[in-house]
């Protein structure tokens, strides 16, 4: 299946779910380049921005068990170019 690279951001709205996130991302390691978190202290949120490669299906079965965990909110973006 052919691979593709974007990027999922992810916003979290209560820390105590952090580690699960933290879990989710070491058990997907293979798939992130690169990551970046961001706490917004201000407004009490969390900004994750994932750099990935991976095929389709790999990025969305990410993005969907992170979307579902609570007071999390997770999106992607593909690049429309195949690796």
Avoid: C, W
């Amino acid at each position: 299946m052919e691979k593709r690279i974007g990027t999922i951001s992810i916003l979290v709205s209560d820390t105590e779910i952090i580690p699960k996130i933290n879990q989710l991302l070491s058990d997907a390691g293979g798939l992130i380049l690169a990551r970046q978190g961001l706490p917004i202290r201000e407004y009490e949120l969390n900004f994750i921005s994932l750099i990935i490669e991976g095929n389709i299906n790999e990025i969305n079965a990410l993005t969907g068990r992170l979307g579902r965990l609570p007071h999390v909110e997770a999106k992607s973006m593909l690049s429309k170019i195949k690796i």
